[in-house]
């Protein structure tokens, strides 16, 4: 019984990671058709930054939205210096379907090395704002911490901010206009441009946020984050790459699969499990849980 | 038509000659890096086959690479397979794989694709070290054999590049006959427009999982060479680096030109370390810095070429003169 | 068409041209190969090892370490009149770039290579370079896979460290000493590392009640570390054994400490250096009481001549790197490999060497424990550990307070404490 709560705990607080940065995977792909390979590198970049603001501030809470808005920043800047002239310059020939990946492989590239020349490949630490210690129920001490909360807590906000965003206010709608019909959308009056720019930003500050909520309780490098890039991308594609919900559950189910193979199966599996889960879905709904109901071909 | 076989024929034998010519008059560590650069020539092919000409995008070759190899190694560990053959066996055995997944494959499109052949290739690995028929982390042996006698008593790396650089031409020829066949012009109007190449008899699902399988196959053959430069095959060989590195090298230099393509790819792949190491040592670049130019360089090139050259360098250049020519020559017309 | 076919026959053909002009260079003339590298003044050595990536942590510091060593032995007058120039190549901890990397310094025309990392890029290396048939030494390569310690397949290979089965053997003896009838479970690398590991623990007659293989990428994922502690936890394991790399070690004691779950934790010696677990976020407080081992003494033991000689050779030659346990494995090796150096005389040739590694090794001196085992049967190096206890500052504090050294072998041998005496540092190490 108490291994059944211990996996789903863990299995709780890893998948709200994978779920966080599965969103921030959507919101791009949603806003302009792109699979942000560099996400990995644009979240370590800002945790960074946010590592700067801690040792000088010494204040977790400064340094999460300080690392919040450079991820925005930096995600802006691609978008709007590198990913559009892209789109519009590759817009056809061999390379068009997957000009938009190759060019993120190559600003993960970037950061990697950028970051490694700024901040060397020496770890980094982060204290956790609140305690990373188990909670005790009983006699029982189980792996699930206060920072567990904050990171699940958090992720649930951000995930509620956004709905509630893309749901109910105006510039949430016409980002959703301009994703389903940029031709439309410009006609209406959209500035489709600038719609897309908010949706990379949006994504940029997400990532931030799983980077400054991961870091605490274990170490930042310039590679730290690269292995959420792969779960989290995952988990985007099991929910549909398009609905911020499928995030969310395909988070969750990345996060469960490999919290109970770990402790029921065997601890050696953790790198098979995301290509199993991944592949048994897709053979199902070849376009995640939650995606391609629509008429749209990418 | 038959014309441009037999030249295409021509040509690679006078390559293939010159390159026997000089693999005695150069050193090992230049006859290791040839069969490093053949070996990138066949993956680079599997790439530019698959993205370049069907659309379909793979971040996993490098798996299929590792499948290959380790088809190689248990072929000649136990079936006894002369080396040869254990490279037709790599390449089938690959190919079967690509077919599993390409059946899989064909109802995903892009992102989807991409996603699952990333998780494959993060996955395989470690699959390695799951049964112990794979030989683990050190991996199994592989003997790569010995000149025929009539060449005479051959040094163990000239050997290596001779085979790897006929691997690679024999690749090269079959491929560019493969893509300018009916078969390369189909993957070409699907990757244009699926739904007008249906409409013109073409099976768009067909024809994309056939480009994956013969993707995978060609990658497998990849493997089985690169595991016979390194005489073992292991699974650290085929890191998640390595199929980012073909698609770099694929897109660099265009991603739809075969040749000369995948050839300066290639050498920009195995060159580029040589060519940093130089540049830093010139110009005194400290430690930190030198040790993370190399990648800084190629990703800054990577994003340049999808930019400025989204077809090529080549491409670029061909359109170019294209387009003189069609200025000379329009008067005549 | 023609037209187009004949202009992109010539593209080629330039390009192909291209390359084979890159390819094109003259050939050095080839010498006989028993002397390649050794000069009247000059011995040319090198090293592949990642001093960059993921993977590089706290391995980045051994091969400058070794060379600071020769540094100083260079600047004292040398070996039999020769400096020893170490040439380090950067393979970021890839099995193709290590490759590459060798060879490159096989054609720079090296003597032979020292202290080479990691198991399968040596074990890559000696197929690619075939250093059986070529018999170019690869001197004290930097892992504890048993089989480069096996004659017939390595021939010219040296292994230094003692094997990870013997290591195993002797913690698996200690715990049946100190902690009988206590549950012991293990997490370890789910690769023949740690399967070597795992081997020696039942060889010794271990029972485990748990056993956690991680799979290794590069290195770890930290985050599947709750996952482990659970298992080991929930099967009541009171003796915990971690057999595995740093970033693990550090992932699996954060994590258990976080779950305030409290075994015994013996530490495989791979991944037990205090520095880098210490920059991973492992504080002292929580690796107070750890057990592990090492063959060397503990960095921090000034009365030991050794630790007392790199400590100087550390701040004169290799300034602003803290001393810690792979600067002195690095230095150690260094020498090893000078003492080997001395012992071949003058006359210092490839085969010479192999075979005064093979006939007078066992007499080598250095800051081991336990004396070198080498013999014309067997490449094994040092065949022991002392183990010891962190205390609440990261110190490790030998068992009985003075070292008492195991020593075993890589088979069935039994574990006994060793009775070696080891003779102090002389001739402030320069091998006059």
């Known amino acids: ?298 | 038509m038959h014309s441009t076989h037999r030249r295409r024929l021509i040509l690679f034998i006078v390559v293939g000659a010159v390159l026997f010519y000089f693999s005695s008059r150069v050193g090992i560590l230049r006859l290791y890096q040839g069969s490093t650069v053949s070996m990138y020539v066949i993956a680079i092919g599997s790439i530019i086959l698959l993205t370049g000409y069907s659309g379909q995008i793979s971040l996993g070759n490098g798996a299929f690479m590792a499948i290959g190899a380790y088809v190689a190694v248990l072929s000649q560990l136990y079936l006894d397979l002369p080396f040869f053959l254990t490279f037709f066996v790599a390449v089938l055995g690959a190919a079967l794989a690509g077919l599993v997944l390409g059946i899989a494959a064909a109802r995903l499109t892009g992102p989807y694709l991409a996603g699952a052949t990333l998780a494959l290739a993060v996955a395989l690995p470690s699959i390695a070290n799951l049964f112990p028929v794979l030989g683990g982390e050190q991996g199994l042996g592989y003997d790569s054999g010995n000149a025929p006698s009539l060449f005479g008593e051959v040094a163990r790396f000239k050997w290596l590049f001779w085979i790897s650089s006929l691997a690679a031409l024999i690749t090269c020829l079959l491929l560019q006959n493969i893509l300018k066949s009916r078969y390369g012009r189909a993957w070409k109007s699907i990757r244009s427009n699926s739904v007008a190449a249906e409409l013109t008899g073409i099976n768009a699902a067909k024809s994309k999982v056939l480009a994956f399988v013969l993707s995978a196959g060609i990658a497998g053959l990849a493997g089985a060479v690169l595991t016979m430069s390194l005489g073992t095959v292991s699974p650290s060989a085929f890191p998640l680096s390595l199929s980012f590195a073909l698609i770099t090298g694929a897109v660099i230099a265009g991603i739809s030109s075969l040749l000369p393509g995948s050839l300066v790819g290639a050498v920009v792949l195995v060159g580029m370390s040589q060519l940093v190491g130089a540049l830093t040592t010139r110009f005194e670049i400290g430690d930190v810095l030198a040790q993370n130019l190399k990648e800084l360089i190629v990703s800054a090139l990577l994003i340049l070429a999808v930019v400025f050259t989204p077809n090529g360098p080549g491409e670029k250049i061909r359109e170019m003169r294209d387009h003189r020519k069609h200025h000379s020559h329009g008067g005549h017309r | 068409m023609m037209r187009l076919n004949r202009s992109k026959n010539a593209l080629t053909l330039t390009a192909l041209a291209a390359t084979v002009a890159m390819v094109a260079t003259v050939v050095p003339a080839q010498a006989s190969t028993d002397k390649v590298g050794v000069t009247s003044n000059l011995i040319k050595l090198g090293i592949s090892q990642p001093t960059d990536g993921p993977a590089s942590a706290g391995y980045n510091k051994v091969a400058p370490a070794m060379k600071a060593y020769f540094d100083y032995i260079n600047a004292n007058g040398g070996i039999n009149g020769r400096k020893i120039q170490l040439t380090i190549e950067n393979d970021g901890y890839l099995v193709q770039n290590a490759v590459n990397k060798s060879i490159k310094l096989v054609d720079d025309g090296i003597f032979a290579f020292v202290g080479s990392l990691g198991t399968a890029n040596n074990l890559n290396v000696a197929s690619a370079l075939d250093l059986k048939n070529t018999k170019i030494p690869s001197l004290f390569v930097n892992t504890g896979f048993s089989g480069f310690a096996v004659k017939k397949d390595h021939p010219s290979m040296f292994a230094l460290f003692p094997s990870y089965y013997m290591e195993t053997k002797i913690i698996g003896e200690y715990i049946k000493k100190n902690y009988p009838n206590k549950k012991v479970g293990i997490i370890y690398q789910a690769d023949d590392f740690g399967d070597d590991g795992l081997a020696g623990l039942k060889q010794a007659g271990i029972t485990l009640v748990k056993e956690v293989p991680y799979a290794s990428l590069s290195q770890a994922d930290p985050r599947s570390a709750p996952a482990w502690i659970t298992q080991l936890s929930s099967a009541g394991v009171e003796v915990a054994i971690m057999f595995g790399v740093t970033s693990a070690t550090g992932a699996a004691l954060g994590a258990a400490a976080r779950a305030q779950y409290k075994p015994q934790w013996i530490l495989g010696s791979v991944g037990s250096d205090v520095t880098t677990l210490n920059a991973l976020g492992i504080s002292n407080p929580i690796l107070n009481g750890a057990i592990t081992g090492s063959f060397l003494p503990a960095t921090t033991d000034l009365t030991d001549s050794y630790i007392k000689l790199f400590r100087e050779v550390n701040t004169k030659y290799n300034p602003g790197v803290a001393f810690d346990s792979n600067v002195l494995a690095g230095m150690n090796t260094a020498f090893v490999t000078a003492a080997a150096i001395k012992a071949a005389g003058p006359n210092l040739t490839r085969s010479g060497l192999i075979r005064t590694i093979e006939t007078k090794g066992k007499s080598f001196l250095s800051a081991s424990l336990t004396p070198p085992t080498y013999s014309t049967t067997s490449h094994a190096g040092y065949a022991g550990f002392w183990l010891g206890t962190f205390n609440s500052s990261g110190v490790l504090v030998p068992e009985t307070g003075k070292y008492k050294v195991y020593t075993t072998d890589s088979a069935k041998g039994k574990v006994v404490v060793s009775t070696y005496k080891r003779p102090e540092v002389s001739g402030k190490g320069l091998f006059k």
């Open chain 1, 1 to 298: 019984m108490e291994k059944l709560i211990s996996a789903s705990l863990i299995g709780l607080s890893q998948g709200a990671i994978f779920a966080l940065m599965a969103l921030a995977l959507v919101l791009v792909f949603r806003s302009t058709r792109v699979v942000n390979f560099a996400q990995a590198g644009q979240a370590m970049v800002s945790t960074y930054i946010g590592w700067e603001v801690v040792t000088r501030t010494e204040n977790y809470w400064i340094a999460l939205p300080a690392a919040a808005l450079a991820g925005a920043l930096l995600a802006a800047i691609i978008e709007t210096f590198l990913m559009r002239p892209l789109a519009k310059r590759a817009s056809h020939g061999a390379i068009a379907p997957v000009a938009s990946i190759i060019a993120s492989l190559g600003v993960l590239g970037v950061l990697h090395s950028g970051a490694a020349m700024i901040w060397t490949t020496e770890q980094k630490l982060f204290e956790s704002p609140v305690s990373v210690n188990g909670i005790e129920i009983g006699s029982t001490v189980y792996p699930f911490s206060q920072a567990d909360m904050l990171i699940i807590s958090t992720v649930v906000i951000v995930m509620l901010t956004f709905a509630f965003f893309f749901q109910r206010t105006s510039l949430g709608l016409s980002l959703r206009a301009a994703a389903f019909q940029p031709e439309i959308s410009r006609l209406a009056g959209v500035r489709v441009d600038r719609v897309r720019t908010i949706g990379w930003a949006l994504s940029g500050a997400a990532g931030a946020v799983v980077g400054v909520l991961v870091t605490p309780g274990n170490y930042l490098s310039p590679f730290s984050l690269d292995i959420l890039l792969v779960y989290g991308f995952v988990a985007a594609v099991i929910g549909g790459l398009e609905s911020p919900q499928g995030a969310a559950l395909g988070g969750l189910i990345l996060g469960m699969s490999l919290s109970f193979t770990s402790i029921y199966v065997s601890s050696g599996l953790t790198f098979i499990v995301p290509f199993i889960v991944l592949l048994l879905i897709l053979l199902v709904k070849p376009k995640g849980i939650f995606g391609g109901g629509s008429s749209r071909n990418a």
